[in-house]
């Protein structure tokens, strides 16, 4: 463990309280931190450094003068060091590396704290910094399960703090072009919308449970999860395939998409949602789908989504082609939305690619270029530090959007169509689909009912 981190004792001695008790003292702490206001600098911490979080500081934010990464938060000492070490050369000013996020929380200069770890971990860090005082970018999807969702909803209206979900889509202005085509009356009236995440990954194979790696506190890593014993399949990504952790693809990039498509259609909750699917594809240890179909039922409109992980003539636009004025070829493109209105078809694409429309014998009759909206997404996030207003991908539109998958994996599992009630949150006289909303979390990382 190095000198940054806590030891083992400083560890036990800080969660022998119970969450309400951090949560009183966090929320005490709110008041008195400082806001960021237009010094020059914002003071961030950053948790969870396996894939996104170094990318986001390698691709982002040690590029942006005005941001100060002055902690580093992982319980895998390999990935801790080596962020250290990429933050340091890319600064020049070596951040505090912990493997303990409260460390982060505890200090009154800091101002954000983005949250790239697993979603299972993505609720509490959030709702701990919003009482401590500081803005959150979380990362998608906004939480594990409704129930932890909405409390992080609760937590940023009640602190007052700008919380930033990773849905990156929403801060592209191609979008808000396509938006404004679709609300002049151009396409018609949409009553039905196809949500496609179809791509190929290799299989995981089958791994036996093993010692926990040196160097990784596994009881942290687990958190608020049930215990369970070590295994490279339930460890580092491959945790994006267990239920206990994540939701499956519908959840790791379709919720993209789907985020998307809630967003440009209008619609919140639907009324009813069914699913169906399985793992037809591969023979390995994932729990979660490879194959999946999800409907929901709203008033006027029927929502799709398909997904597939062993379809490998099906690809993700480029990622430098997201930056042109091209269009990908729909058939294949991986991760794309269709709109199907009485005027005309749209084809929408995430995270740039842009959108085209097409009318009776498929002509084109509009069209709008997309730009990667990464670099903007930040720009927001930023800026609503400075203004206080809410950002382009608020907690409130994460969480909704993130529900859809949710909810779309419950009925998926319980074999069988559900009614939803959007004012309870909750499905509508099932017991057994009620149960899912919300799980127990693990001793000491648990939510409170108020926070």
Request: hydrophobic content about 35%; overall charge neutral.
């Amino acid at each position: 463990m190095n000198a940054n981190s806590l030891s083992r004792r400083e560890f036990i001695n800080r969660s022998a309280g119970t969450a309400a008790a951090l949560a009183v003292g966090y929320a005490a702490q709110a008041a008195t931190t400082s806001a960021p206001a237009s010094r020059g600098k914002y003071v961030i911490g950053m948790m969870g450094l396996g894939i996104r979080g170094p990318w986001l500081l390698r691709e982002e934010l040690t590029k942006r003068p005005e941001v100060e990464i002055a902690y580093l938060c992982d319980v895998d000492a390999v990935r801790l060091q080596a962020a250290g070490k990429l933050v340091e050369e890319a600064t020049g000013r070596k951040p505090k590396l912990v493997d303990d996020f409260r460390r982060i929380l505890d200090d009154k200069n800091v101002h954000a704290l983005f949250n790239t770890t697993p979603d299972h971990w993505h609720a509490f860090p959030t709702i701990l910094a919003c009482q401590a005082g500081k803005d959150v970018y979380v990362e998608k999807p906004a939480s594990h399960n409704p129930w932890e969702g909405r409390k992080m909803v609760e937590a940023a209206r009640k602190y007052n703090r700008v919380v930033q979900v990773g849905s990156q889509t929403r801060s592209g202005p191609y979008v808000q072009r396509a938006i404004e085509f679709i609300r002049s009356g151009q396409l018609g009236d949409i009553h039905f919308v196809r949500v496609l995440n179809m791509k190929h990954r290799e299989s995981i194979g089958h791994k036996p449970d093993e010692p926990v790696p040196e160097g990784v506190n596994y009881d942290r890593w687990l958190g608020p999860a049930p215990q369970r014993p070590f295994n490279r399949n339930r460890f580092h990504y491959t945790w994006h395939w267990v239920w206990d952790y994540s939701g499956g693809d519908i959840i790791n990039d379709g919720v993209h998409q789907i985020d998307l498509a809630r967003w440009v259609s209008g619609k919140d909750y639907p009324k009813a949602v069914s699913a169906t699917g399985g793992q037809f594809g591969f023979d390995d240890d994932q729990e979660t789908p490879d194959t999946q179909v999800v409907t929901w039922d709203f008033d006027d409109m029927t929502m799709v989504f398909e997904l597939t992980l062993w379809t490998p003539y099906m690809e993700k636009t480029e990622w430098n082609f997201r930056d042109t004025d091209q269009f990908p070829d729909w058939r294949f493109n991986a991760m794309r939305v269709e709109l199907y209105g009485t005027k005309g078809l749209m084809m929408l694409g995430r995270q740039g690619a842009g959108w085209q429309v097409f009318g009776p014998g498929g002509q084109e009759i509009a069209a709008g270029p997309g730009r990667h909206p990464h670099g903007p997404h930040l720009d927001n996030f930023f800026a609503c530090m400075e203004s206080r207003a809410r950002p382009s991908a608020d907690i409130e539109e994460g969480h909704r959007s993130t529900l859809l998958c949710q909810i779309g994996n419950i009925a998926y599992r319980l074999g069988r169509k559900l009614t939803f009630d959007a004012k309870t949150e909750s499905f509508v006289n099932d017991e057994g689909a009620n149960g899912y909303l919300k799980r127990q979390g693990r001793a000491p990382w648990t939510i409170s009912d108020v926070v």
